[in-house]
């Protein structure tokens, strides 16, 4: 009961201390969002700035291996957190920081540009009108870019942001070293010049400039930013656990200091009653907590005028986020398939992870001959096994698309999968059945359709064959 109640006069001291924006409209956030859900934009920001504004020290900035500063201030990380409003379970979406996207009223850039494209405009805008206090034009702008990127991301996800919440550098560096840093698990040694990142192959606990260091490397990973992403949501799955375990919460000290480094560095929307959402989540457990990422189209796009970024497709990650968190209110539920025909009425995408040019394209038009509607084809990461992702409800379904192809695939249910789709990933073990050999074009023929640019799959995972979306559970290894 001790410390209990310690633990509740430390929450409600993290309270009066917090630093709060005017970026969200007051009707959103309440208690209980009036779409059964609440819906959270996680910001991390590469600010040379604590959360009062206040400049970091050079040494300190040296010590973060922060870099030369651009005049820019960029979004790092973007994490879209989906809870029910019981805080029985959460998704949290990561949405690559180099997506190329529409940012509304300064057309088509990467994502992580839109905060200080609006920060930008809006400083100058304040300078004419008179303003020349430092500190009112540093709340204002920020204020501005934070607006623009909740915008930016509605738009892309479909959803509409209840809570913002943005870290800095230092802040991050504190809070971790705060909990006692946080178990991770790399595939291979490391050794990056860029980011600092130097570890070797198997579980470490980090904590401080070394957490920075795990959570920015992407020069010199397979699938540069995309296993950054995946960095990012081990990271925060590892420190999730270590902050809902007992051991941080019933620990004054380690409360202490957490608190302490929150309010340093943490910037909140107006009108979010922490508290009571604090309370709402106490029932949240590891396994209860998902980590995905938003399907990408080409990880090597070459823009017009921003450089290589990573083309996605925004009606897909509607799609995408609207199956993991539902629809928003006023949009109705797609139907499910009907079950009188199992191919009636049921969208399949197909997923090329075989490495055979056209393969993606050969199997949606077979599909599409035996009754069966075509969806969008891509590429994929490489993987062994042919696996066949289905909605809740759709093993039916599943199980039509994998006689159609002659396969003995493992259908198995996925929260990214629309209701009426199925999703096939195809494996270095899928042949074409005797049946289905003289559809469509051949495998390996050279002048068979090419699938579009190279898309991991939706979930975005460690690289294992499961493709398993990241939880709280356990330390899995990664790139």
């Known amino acids: 009961m001790g410390l209990t109640g310690y633990a509740w006069a430390s929450l409600q001291g993290l309270v009066n201390g917090l630093n709060y924006a005017d970026?969200?409209?007051?009707?959103?956030?309440?208690?209980?969002?009036a779409d059964g859900a609440r819906d959270i934009l996680l910001v991390g920001l590469d600010s040379r700035t604590d959360a009062q504004g206040n400049p970091l020290s050079p040494q300190l900035l040296a010590q973060l291996?922060?870099?030369?500063a651009d005049g820019e201030l960029n979004t790092d990380s973007l994490i879209f957190v989906h809870i029910p409003n019981d805080g029985?379970?959460?998704?949290?979406?990561?949405l690559p920081r180099d997506s190329y996207v529409n940012i509304p009223g300064y057309g088509e850039h990467k994502i992580n540009s839109a905060y200080a494209r609006a920060m930008l405009q809006a400083r100058k805008d304040l300078q004419q009108q008179g303003v020349t206090d430092p500190k009112e034009?540093?709340?204002?702008?920020n204020?501005?870019?934070a607006k623009e990127l909740i915008t930016t991301v509605e738009a892309l996800t479909g959803s509409t942001i209840d809570n913002y919440a943005a870290i800095n550098l230092l802040g991050f560096s504190d809070i971790t070293q705060a909990i006692g840093g946080v178990d991770v698990c790399l595939n291979e040694n490391v050794d990056d010049s860029y980011s600092g990142a130097k570890f070797t192959k198997g579980v470490h606990t980090i904590s401080g400039v070394q957490a920075l260091e795990f959570v920015r490397q992407r020069h010199g990973l397979p699938r540069g930013d995309l296993d950054r992403v995946v960095r990012q949501q081990v990271f925060m799955a590892g420190m999730a656990r270590k902050v809902l375990s007992?051991?941080?919460?019933?620990?004054?000290?380690?409360l202490n200091a957490l608190i302490d480094a929150i309010k340093k560095s943490v910037v909140l929307n107006q009108n979010w009653d922490i508290f009571s959402f604090a309370q709402q989540m106490k029932g949240l457990t590891g396994g209860q907590l998902e980590f995905r990422t938003i399907p990408v189209e080409n990880v090597e796009y070459h823009t017009p005028s921003d450089g290589v970024a990573i083309k996605v497709d925004p009606q897909q990650v509607k799609k995408f986020v609207q199956g993991v968190a539902g629809p928003q209110p006023g949009q109705q539920a797609q139907a499910p398939a009907p079950q009188t025909d199992a191919n009636k009425g049921v969208t399949v995408d197909v997923r090329n992870a075989s490495g055979r040019t056209g393969l993606a394209a050969s199997v949606?038009?077979?599909?599409t001959g035996k009754g069966f509607t075509a969806g969008d084809t891509a590429n994929a990461t490489s993987r062994k096994t042919t696996v066949i992702w289905v909605p809740s409800g759709g093993q039916d379904s599943g199980n039509a698309v994998a006689d159609a192809l002659g396969t003995k695939a493992t259908v198995q249910e996925d929260k990214s999968v629309s209701a009426g789709?199925?999703?096939?990933f195809l494996g270095s073990d899928y042949q074409p059945s005797a049946d289905n050999a003289g559809s469509g074009a051949s495998a390996g023929s050279a002048n068979a359709p090419a699938a579009p640019p190279a898309a991991p799959p939706a979930s975005s995972g460690s690289g294992a064959d499961d493709q398993k979306p990241i939880t709280a559970n356990g330390v899995p290894c990664v790139n």
Do not use: C, W, Y
Not at 65 to 68: F, T
């Open 23 to 33: 970026v969200i409209n007051p009707a959103s956030g309440g208690d209980q969002p």
């Open 65 to 68: 291996r922060a870099g030369e």
């Open 88 to 94: 029985s379970k959460a998704v949290a979406i990561s």
């Open 137 to 141: 034009l540093d709340v204002k702008a």
């Open 143 to 145: 204020q501005a870019g």
């Open 246 to 254: 007992a051991g941080t919460l019933t620990d004054p000290g380690k």
């Open 364 to 367: 949606s038009k077979q599909l």
């Open 421 to 424: 789709h199925v999703m096939v």
